[in-house]
């Protein structure tokens, strides 16, 4: 059974600097990853999806990795903004479905 | 296109009632799925079609849930009877094409259940 785990759980920062969300994965015989973004109350936005294949997908300030081979994904926000403070969830795809992990909450301080 | 649309967005029922989710997914998305949020399992699937035929179902919890997509464009995911522990958030979510080719999932908003 495909584990994901997000780490840190929570992480607050100040205006402008730079963040890191880290996400890993028990079991690397994966399709696809996908980052997602959740706001209090609401649904999930997508933010990238990387294939198995790739190494790197960017989106803007977004840049996310994935070292399939160790099991772990990285998802890069430059220049962070209080916009960004949401819960950023992985979810890797190793059948029809998607296991997510349990998100990091992110607060971006003004 | 408006995206994944979900109703009710709040329902708050009592033990014992039926409940029924409904759904909308993107025009041409030929995948719809039915996930819960809990704050202590996180987000789980429970059911997906493919082309409006039910593929798995191992995720549905009990008898008393069940899910039905009687065309392309709309979908229902009924809790009969209802119990407190099915308090949650469902989403629904859709894709087009085969998930493992890499279509990015897209969510609805959500319905938020809470059973008393």
């Known amino acids: 059974k495909q584990e994901v785990t997000q780490i840190p759980a929570a992480l607050s920062v100040p205006e402008g600097e730079n963040l890191v969300l880290n996400c890993s994965f028990t079991d690397s015989a994966i399709y696809n990853l996908q980052w997602f973004r959740q706001d209090p109350g609401k649904g999930l936005t997508s933010l990238l999806l990387i294939q198995s294949s790739q190494r790197e997908q960017t989106s803007g300030r977004l840049n996310a990795s994935l070292d399939k081979s160790s099991g772990r994904s990285t998802l890069y926000i430059a220049a962070s903004q209080p916009g960004d403070s949401a819960t950023y969830l992985c979810?890797?795809?190793?059948?029809?479905?998607?296991?997510f992990g349990a998100g990091t909450t992110v607060t971006v301080r003004a | 296109d408006a995206g994944v649309i979900q109703s009710p967005r709040h329902e708050v029922t009592e033990m014992g009632q039926e409940v029924t989710l409904r759904c909308k997914p993107i025009?041409?998305?030929?995948?719809l799925f039915w996930y819960r949020q809990t704050m202590m399992r996180g987000l789980e699937l429970l059911i997906y079609?493919?082309?409006?035929?039910?593929?798995?179902d191992s995720g549905m919890p009990e008898d008393r849930f069940s899910a039905k997509m009687p065309n392309a464009s709309f979908s229902t995911l009924k809790i009969q009877p209802s119990e407190p522990r099915d308090s949650a958030v469902y989403f629904c979510?859709?894709?087009?094409?085969?998930?493992?080719?890499?279509?990015?999932?897209?969510f609805g908003q959500g319905t938020r259940l809470t059973v008393v």
């Open positions: 979510a859709s894709s087009l094409g085969d998930p493992r080719g890499g279509t990015e999932a897209f």
């Open positions: 025009s041409g998305h030929d995948y």
């Open positions: 979810a890797v795809n190793d059948d029809y479905k998607l296991s």
């Open positions: 079609f493919n082309n409006n035929v039910p593929i798995d």
